[in-house]
């Protein structure tokens, strides 16, 4: 992952907020290398992380997958219909056009790692603003480590280039055990 960022997307209101949302659907926007990992890999990741059957309550809830070209929406498609087969029920995810990506406010990035103050507390010093955090590939990484993403050994082979301190590599390590 290069970078993540969560926001509101596939509205026509204006310039949402959590509590000004409209139309919109809260929603992560992710930025990847494809030498890396592969769209259908994302999707993988995407199905197995969430419940598809699950009806949305309102708009601002609602699973869904914003595509950015054909290649990408056929895909989407095909996967989600292949999640429908395995189940055998109905999926209620959605895939749809991507349209204008609203930042959310400040509080709502990197909300994993914002409950861990000593790993979140080193980061903020070496990025002093929300921007700059947002567009770490670091904290991007961690983010999702924190959150239960990425096995040991992944965090092994990189945890060297993610700016962190002794005792943060230690206090990360004993959250990644597997």
Known sequence: ?????????????????????????????VDYDPAQITYRELLEVFWSSHNP???????????????????????????????????????????????TFYLAEDYHQKFNLRRYKDIYGELATVYPTTEALIASTAAARLNGYVAGYGTRDQLDTE????????????????????
């Open 1 to 29: 992952m290069i970078r993540t960022r969560v926001g509101y997307t596939g509205g026509t209101t204006a310039k949402p907020t959590y509590k000004q949302i409209g139309d919109h659907s809260e929603s992560i926007q």
């Open 53 to 99: 059957r699950t009806e949305p309550i309102r708009r601002q809830y609602m699973a869904a997958v914003f595509y950015h070209d054909e290649e990408q929406k056929q895909l989407a498609i095909e996967t989600r219909d292949q999640v429908a087969a395995k189940l055998g029920k109905t999926v209620f995810t959605q895939v749809l056009p991507a349209e």
């Open 159 to 178: 945890i060297e280039s993610l700016g962190l301190s002794a005792e943060a590599q230690q206090a990360l390590r004993r959250l990644v055990l597997r």
